[in-house]
C-alpha cells in the first residue's frame, strides 16, 4: 500500500490510529507545573529581550540600514 502503513525512517511510534487512548493525558504534579511555568516565563523573556535588542539596533543603526548596494 502507501507510505503511510510504514515507519518514518525506519522508526515505529507503536501506536496505530485505530488504538484508543486514556482521556486525562498526562498529569502533571504541581512541582512539574510550577517548573513548566517558570520555564515557559524565561523562555518569554529571553524572547521579549531579543525582540527589544533587534529593535535597538535597528534604531541605532538609523535610516542607513535601508541603504545598500543590490
Known amino acids: 500500500m502507501g507510505r503511510a502503513d510504514r515507519p518514518f525512517?525506519?522508526?515505529s511510534s507503536g501506536i496505530?490510529?485505530?488504538e484508543h487512548h486514556?482521556?486525562?493525558g498526562i498529569v502533571l504534579t504541581e512541582a512539574?507545573?510550577?517548573a513548566q511555568?517558570?520555564?515557559s516565563?524565561?523562555?518569554a523573556l529571553a524572547l521579549a529581550a531579543l525582540v527589544i535588542l533587534f529593535y535597538a539596533m535597528?534604531?541605532?543603526k538609523g535610516p542607513g540600514v535601508l541603504v545598500r548596494p543590490i
Open 22 to 24: 486514556d482521556e486525562d
Open 41 to 43: 516565563i524565561a523562555i
Open 58 to 60: 535597528t534604531l541605532v
Open 16 to 18: 496505530t490510529m485505530n
Open 37 to 39: 511555568r517558570s520555564r
Open 32 to 34: 512539574q507545573k510550577r
Open 9 to 11: 525512517g525506519n522508526v
